[in-house]
Each structure stands twice: as structure tokens, then as C-alpha cells.
């Protein structure tokens, strides 16, 4: 009995295994658009897209972006500016794909913009602070999604979208959870209503890594200001300590946790552009892969007192 159940789990993970390594054909044909290009995840795959032959369409902030991107790479690489929270941006990139693409269609979608601060307690924000980071990562998500999709439909492709693994558990007060949460729900309707189109929808679960999002300093700088902008009585309530500690905790994470290998999450992105079988999510880095997922999935009382832990006690806590 034990043999048969031994042999089907070893069967079955060796065909796994075979199907996940299965690719595509043709990526020389293929049109791949990326947001968020000028730095981090999203420039570091439009290289790498570019060096296997994909034909790379890369949207960058800044002009910057551009003109670095274009210049250290192929003739076929080509970056266009976008804002994903401007609407005439946004649709004057897909004029420009639509044009470069032709009858093609769009292979790839991947949704790779975004920023994280302001971060902190939740008591500490103010609507604009969640406004702007929704804004990019998930209302500029869902509608360059939109705005693209009838490019990624003609061609049967797939989109990628780039959440965390704060889209599966919550660590700090502030919009960039939230939005990741958003992602993570928009993506899974997505998925489902996408299938029947023959599109498939892939998300990206990084855990911590070194990037602009993950710079300390400007982390440090925004959780300055909003401690110098609490009233009096609030900041009471926390103390002084509790501010200093709470720095500490975000040094702690993005010294120790992060990772600087970021290959670790655009080979995920790779999979899920060029597997025959791309999976529904990837999880990125060791940290997602063995604490912060596996913490999802505990029930909630255990994942709050691990979490509790981890952050200071404001001075007047009642517990
Ligand atoms: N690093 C991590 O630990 C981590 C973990 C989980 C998920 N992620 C996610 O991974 C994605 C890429 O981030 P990253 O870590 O590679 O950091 P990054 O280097 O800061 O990349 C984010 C990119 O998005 C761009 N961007 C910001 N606002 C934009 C807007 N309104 N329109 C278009 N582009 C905009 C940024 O441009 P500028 O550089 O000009 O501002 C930057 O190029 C983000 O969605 C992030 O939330 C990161």
C-alpha cells in the first residue's frame, strides 16, 4: 500500500516537474511591455527579456529611464515615458504598443510599477498617504491592465502582475498592503474571467528585496515625517521610544531580510512569460517561500502574536 502511494507522489511530482520546465517558441516574435522600467525588477527583465530576443517594450517615469535604457541595450529594446496614474499617459502607451504590434497582439503584460511609503501605523496616515500609493500600484495596475487587455486577448498571452507577499499578509499600516491585497483579488477575477480567452494571469509574490522601494533612507525620512506631523496627544500615546524602536524594526527588515539578488524574482516573471504552463502565483525569495507565506496561511491569533513581536509597545499600552 505504501509502495503504490510512495510511487504515484513520485510520479506525480516528476510529471510536475517536466510540465513546469516545458517552454514556449518563437520569443523572437513576441512583444513583451513591462511598467516601471527606470530601476529595480522592471529594468533588470527588459534586459534580460532583450538579451533572449523578446521584443521589449519598456514604460519608464522618467526620462532618465528612457534614454538609459535605450542606450545600454539592443536596437530592438525600445521605452516609451509612462505614469501609470495619468490617464492620457497610460493611453497614449497603448497607441504607441498598438502601433508597434500590429496584428501581433501583445504577448506579455507585466505589471511591475509601484511604491511603498508612506508605511507605518495606521493611525499615523492620513487619506492622501493612502491615495498615493494606491494610485500606482493598484488603481494604475488595474487600469493599464484595461486599457492593454484587448492587445493581450488578440494575441493569447499572459500578464503578470507584481504583488508581495504583504499582499498576502499584512505587516504595516499605510496603502502598500492594501494595495498588494487589491492586486492579489483584481488578479485572481482576472485569472478566472481571462481563461476562457486562452489569456493567462500569473502573480509575483516577492518577499523582501534590495531595491528603491526597500531604500532605508527614504523609508527612515518618510516615517519622520509623519511622526513630526502627529498632534501632540498621539504622539504621547506611542512615546518617543516607541518611534525609535519602530525605525529599528524597519532597519532590522531591510538589512537583514533583504535580499540583493533580484534574479530571484524576474526568473519568476521569466517563467510565467515563457512557460508552456505558467503557474497562478510565484512565490520570490527565501523569505516569502518559508516565513512570510507559510505565516498567511496560520490562523489569524498565531500570526498576530508573531507579529506583535516584531513591533514595539506604544507607552500607553493598555495590554
Ligand atoms: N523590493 C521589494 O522588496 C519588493 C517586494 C515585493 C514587491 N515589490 C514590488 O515590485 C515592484 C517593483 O519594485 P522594485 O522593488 O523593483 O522597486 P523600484 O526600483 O522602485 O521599481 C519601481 C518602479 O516603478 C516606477 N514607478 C513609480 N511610480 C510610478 C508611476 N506612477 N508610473 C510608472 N512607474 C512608476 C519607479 O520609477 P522611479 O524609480 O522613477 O520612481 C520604479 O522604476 C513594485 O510593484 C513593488 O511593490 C518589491
Redesign the pocket.
Same mark, same amino acid.
Given at each position: 500500500m505504501w509502495v503504490y502511494l510512495l510511487t504515484a507522489v513520485f510520479l506525480l511530482a516528476i510529471s510536475w516537474f517536466i510540465r513546469d520546465r516545458q517552454k514556449i517558441s518563437n520569443v523572437k516574435d513576441k512583444y513583451v511591455f513591462i #511598467?516601471?522600467? %527606470?530601476?529595480?525588477?522592471?529594468n533588470l527583465l527588459a534586459k534580460r527579456l532583450d538579451t533572449q530576443g523578446f521584443r521589449v517594450l519598456a514604460?519608464c517615469? #522618467?526620462q532618465k529611464?528612457v534614454d538609459t535604457l535605450q542606450r545600454s541595450n539592443s536596437s530592438i529594446l525600445k521605452a516609451i515615458l509612462? %505614469?501609470?496614474?495619468d490617464c492620457s499617459s497610460i493611453q497614449k502607451a497603448v497607441d504607441w504598443v498598438q502601433a508597434e504590434v500590429g496584428e501581433k497582439g501583445l504577448w506579455g503584460l507585466v505589471n511591475?510599477?509601484?511604491?511603498?511609503i508612506p508605511i507605518g501605523p495606521t493611525e499615523w496616515m492620513k487619506m492622501e498617504d493612502y491615495y498615493t500609493v494606491l494610485n500606482?500600484?493598484l488603481i494604475?495596475l488595474m487600469a493599464v491592465t484595461l486599457t492593454f487587455l484587448p492587445l493581450v486577448k488578440k494575441a493569447k498571452g499572459r500578464i503578470a502582475n507584481?504583488s508581495?507577499v504583504m499582499g498576502r499578509i499584512s505587516f504595516a499600516g499605510g496603502g502598500y498592503c492594501l494595495s498588494k491585497c487589491g492586486v492579489e483579488s483584481f488578479s485572481d477575477s482576472l485569472r478566472r474571467d481571462m481563461h476562457h480567452f486562452g489569456v493567462r494571469v500569473c502573480i509575483i509574490e516577492?518577499? $523582501? $528585496?534590495k531595491?528603491?522601494?526597500?531604500n532605508l533612507e527614504s523609508i527612515e525620512k518618510s516615517l519622520q515625517q509623519l511622526w513630526d506631523r502627529l498632534s501632540p496627544e498621539v504622539r504621547e500615546c506611542y512615546g518617543q521610544k516607541y518611534f525609535e524602536k519602530y525605525v529599528k524594526v524597519q532597519r532590522f527588515s531591510m538589512n537583514v531580510l533583504?535580499d540583493s539578488d533580484l534574479s530571484k524574482v524576474t526568473n519568476c516573471m521569466e517563467h510565467a512569460l515563457t512557460a508552456r504552463h505558467p503557474r497562478t502565483r510565484y512565490a520570490a525569495g527565501w523569505d516569502a517561500k518559508l516565513f512570510w507565506i507559510p505565516l498567511s496561511y496560520m490562523p489569524t491569533f498565531l500570526s498576530d502574536v508573531m507579529l506583535t513581536l516584531l513591533l514595539p509597545k506604544p507607552s500607553q499600552s493598555v495590554r
Open positions: #511598467t516601471g522600467c %527606470d530601476t529595480g525588477f522592471g514604460g517615469l #522618467t529611464g509612462l %505614469d501609470v496614474t511591475n510599477a509601484g511604491r511603498a500606482v500600484n494604475g507584481v508581495s516577492p518577499g $523582501f $528585496f531595491t528603491a522601494v526597500t533583504c
